[in-house]
């Protein structure tokens, strides 16, 4: 006979380290679409030199490579101008909160330097709208670049 309590157990174990996954794909919520926009957004108008203070709670906190940031740029490695190239983009909801997480490059208005870095995005829904509460970036090392 074998012993039924430590099958019993693993079972028991691995139903609670599990979470359920949404019958819909997060994508067709339209929470999750305002905050992959909201996100599009803040990573754009940050690599043009501006601070899109409607986008944020007030005061946001960001923290870029360890270190907390109250003006521009608001996410690591981007420099004066050019443009940020998001490569990939996920993100959650939990009402009333949200997280979001990209992968970008940022370039030179001239083409000539680039920057890879890595943001994740803690929102809240305020009045029903989504705002940036935090944002923690950081560059991404060159051994770990594509």
Not at 29 to 55: C, F, K
């Amino acid at each position: 006979m074998r012993p039924v309590a430590p099958i019993a157990f693993g079972l028991l174990l691995f139903a609670s380290c599990s979470t359920r996954v949404p019958a819909a794909s997060p994508f067709g919520n339209p929470d999750t679409q305002q905050i992959l926009a909201l996100v599009r957004q803040a990573m754009d108008i940050d690599s043009r030199g501006g601070l899109a203070e409607h986008l944020y709670v007030q005061p946001p906190l960001i923290v870029v490579n360890g270190s907390m940031r109250t003006g521009w740029p608001r996410f690591a490695g981007v420099g004066t101008g050019g443009t940020t190239r998001i490569s990939e983009v996920t993100a959650g909801v939990n009402t009333p909160t949200a997280w979001a997480h990209a992968s970008y490059r940022w370039v030179s208005a001239d083409g000539t330097n680039t920057e890879d870095g890595r943001v994740t995005f803690f929102l809240e829904n305020e009045g029903g709208g989504w705002r940036i509460k935090h944002a923690h970036s950081s560059t991404v090392p060159p051994w770990e670049r594509r």
